[in-house]
């Protein structure tokens, strides 16, 4: 009986959240089981829609219930500025990136609630590198984050999940939310940042190698501190004059020279015993010295390109071949998450997002049932997630 209430909402308001779902209406419909008629006779007010049904909606858009009986679209402006310029990057957002997008909002929310709950402070120490300027501004960053994080730094030819652990827990006790993206193509965005004030976020492609987030979590943190909300590609165009590009240039410098400081690599062998330019670098070598700083090859020979031992144009070749290469190897199919499903869990909300809530939750001031709510998990998974949030294993 409860299956066939009529749900007297707002139809506007249905397609407005199926658009900014970025979804068509056939899709739509697809993913709903529902004929694409019928869909579209309730976004124009027919009856026919169920409370039942309506709540399906909800979860396939990722709306609350509510919104649905608002009287007018809210006004949500685009807080992330678009830098994206690679060839095979969309001209606009896919459902999966627009949903992930509406997650970091929704969970940066959630953490500026618990704080309160908590009456604690947000922490404001992830901006003090940009104090003083641009000069030594990567020496400064790096210097901060190594003094904040929760691990040792690793050791040479450490695991890329240890270097990750070790630059996003600083990042996190900084005060900044690190999340990792689901389900994108790493050919769609390979990762954004919002730069709030107060708990500003940034967020990698899990369909990344590790090597390849951890340049993107730096070069989304350079964005912070440049005071500049992204969604990146990480593109490079040292010709063009447009000021997005330029931007996304120093950022990706930033995150160079964050992850390798420019005086320490002149020092090491392969800077050393290559004084001249050449542009037959091989791979081996290239991987050999990327262990060392837990970077990608591509970040070593961006610093041989900065110091003159590799040319720009060989540079870029290597760039867009290379660059092809992971997405085909890292890419399968947007349904495909692998591994431990907690792990993975842990993983795309974020470490420091899973020990506040269920610190919060251990105090006494939040509900298991609620505490629940805010991880998307089963009660009795609890345990489990803050078993896996405080370690450096990750998918």
Known sequence: MARSIPARINPDMLLWARETARVS??????????????????????????????????????????????????????????????????????????????????????????????????????????????????????????????????RASAKPTDWFFFWSSALEELGVLVMTMNRVAPGEARGFSIAEETVPLVAVNGSEHFNGRIFTLMHEYAHLLLNTSGLCDLHEDRRSTRGDDELEVMCNRIAAEILIPPAAFADRPIVQRSDALHNDWPLPTLIDEARVWGVSPEVVLRRLTDLGRASRSFYDQWRVRTSQRQQDETWTSPASTGGDGLRTKVRNLGKGYVRLVVGTHNQGLLSTYEAANLLGAKTSAIPGLLARAGSAATD
């Not at 909606?57 to 219930?65: G, H, V």
């Not at 009287?71 to 896919?94: K, L, Q, Y």
């Not at 618990?114 to 000069?135: F, I, N, Q, T, Y």
């Open 25 to 154: 209406l056939s899709d739509a419909a697809d993913r709903l089981g529902v004929g694409e008629a019928d869909l579209d006779a309730w976004e124009r007010g027919e009856d026919g829609l169920t409370v039942a049904r309506l709540q399906k909606i909800a979860e396939a858009y990722r709306r609350p219930l509510a919104a649905f009986f608002l009287s007018a679209r809210p006004e949500v402006p685009e807080r992330v500025r678009d830098f994206r310029r690679m060839p095979d990057a969309p001209s606009s957002w896919g459902p999966n990136l627009a949903s992930e997008l509406r997650r970091a909002d929704q969970q940066r929310d959630a953490v500026l609630d618990l704080l309160e709950l908590r009456r604690e402070d947000p922490s404001g120490a992830w901006k003090a590198p940009a104090v003083g300027g641009m000069d030594g501004l990567a020496e400064r960053a790096r210097v901060l984050l190594q003094q904040s994080s929760l691990a040792l730094k690793p």
